[in-house]
């Protein structure tokens, strides 16, 4: 395997790992912004405030990303067991 294929192979890896992780992290930052600002905005600084509603809409949005990110995990090993069969080039 040459120098610019492995750099593609890694790109790409790079590029599914992203896909992957963004739904719910993102979904994680949302929410974890906007209990931020109504604790602000209430004075209420509880730490189970923050924990519970970020839990179910991580878990939520596990649920509802789960078929695109099989997907994209499906198209990367069938990608890399097409360049393991070619030979790794």
């Keep these: 395997m040459t120098e610019p294929e492995l ?7 790079f590029s599914t ?7 719910t992290l ?3 930052l949302v929410v974890g912004v ?3 600002l ?3 905005a209430t004075q209420i600084q509880e730490m189970t405030l923050t924990f519970v509603p970020k839990v ?3 878990f939520l949005a596990l649920v509802v990303a789960a078929p695109f990110m099989l ?3 499906m198209d990367f090993f ?3 067991m097409d360049l393991a069969v070619a030979g790794g080039g």
């Design 38 to 40: 109504v604790q602000t």
């Design 34 to 36: 906007a209990i931020s």
């Design 26 to 28: 993102l979904a994680g």
């Design 56 to 58: 179910l809409v991580i």
């Design 7 to 13: 750099l593609d192979v890694s790109r790409f890896a």
């Design 71 to 73: 997907h994209s995990l």
């Design 17 to 23: 790992m992203l896909k992957v992780a963004a739904p």
């Design 78 to 80: 069938r990608a890399m």
